[in-house]
């Protein structure tokens, strides 16, 4: 097994009933999508609760807090970001973002961590892949294994944060040491599991 199958965490949104799904506002337009190349202007990203109509008519409030998920991608307030700053590089930016609040107040101080590029990392022979999907590009993977030689050539400031290539979702991962941060923010809306532990489902139980 890989050593680096206990240092990295795949990030998750903790699902209990005050879970915020967000989605693009509006008043975000049509845009270059988030994960898919690196973001230009200084245009935010405006987000908003996906159920809001259904929240509302069943009186259910969902809080907006230091962090939550936008598709795979973490969304953080400023204090969360700054305590984070050093992860930034080639492949990860901090795009700014406003949640629009149901009661449509903007709440301007979070950053989207768009990781724009997926590395090269996978030991695709040690994973878990589902053998009934046929997609020679990527795999659907059940259980992930990393390549130590592969993240070994590639410099710890460039991989604190990662995306790897050869799977079908883009899931965001976290070294432990980016983990560390979040835990001592007290960031209790995400769930970092260890992808020594990680099958598919297990971010259900």
Not at 56 to 76: C, F, K, N, S, W
Not at 124 to 137: P, T
């Amino acid at each position: 097994m890989s050593k680096y199958n206990d240092q990295y965490y795949i990030v998750f949104n903790r699902y209990n009933k005050d879970t915020l799904y967000l989605t693009t506002h509006a008043r975000t337009g049509r845009r270059d999508g988030v994960g898919s190349e690196r973001l230009v202007g200084n245009k935010p990203y405006f987000l908003c609760n996906a159920y809001r109509e259904k929240d509302t008519q069943e009186g259910i409030r969902r809080p907006v807090q230091q962090a939550h998920l936008y598709d795979t991608y973490p969304v953080v307030v400023n204090d969360v970001r700054e305590s984070i700053r050093w992860v930034e590089n080639d492949q990860l930016q901090f795009y700014p973002a406003v949640i629009i609040d149901d009661d449509d107040k903007w709440l301007e101080n979070y950053w989207i961590m768009n990781v724009h590029a997926a590395i090269d990392c996978l030991d695709l022979e040690a994973c878990d892949i589902d053998d009934e999907e046929d997609d020679e590009l990527c795999n659907s993977i059940d259980r992930y294994s990393f390549d130590d030689a592969k993240l070994d050539a590639i410099p710890e400031p460039q991989r604190w944060v990662i995306k790897v290539k050869g799977g079908d979702v883009d899931y965001v991962f976290f070294h432990e040491k980016v983990v560390e941060q979040f835990n001592s923010a007290g960031v209790n809306t995400l769930r970092f599991i260890k992808v020594s532990d990680w099958e598919m489902g297990v971010q259900f139980q």
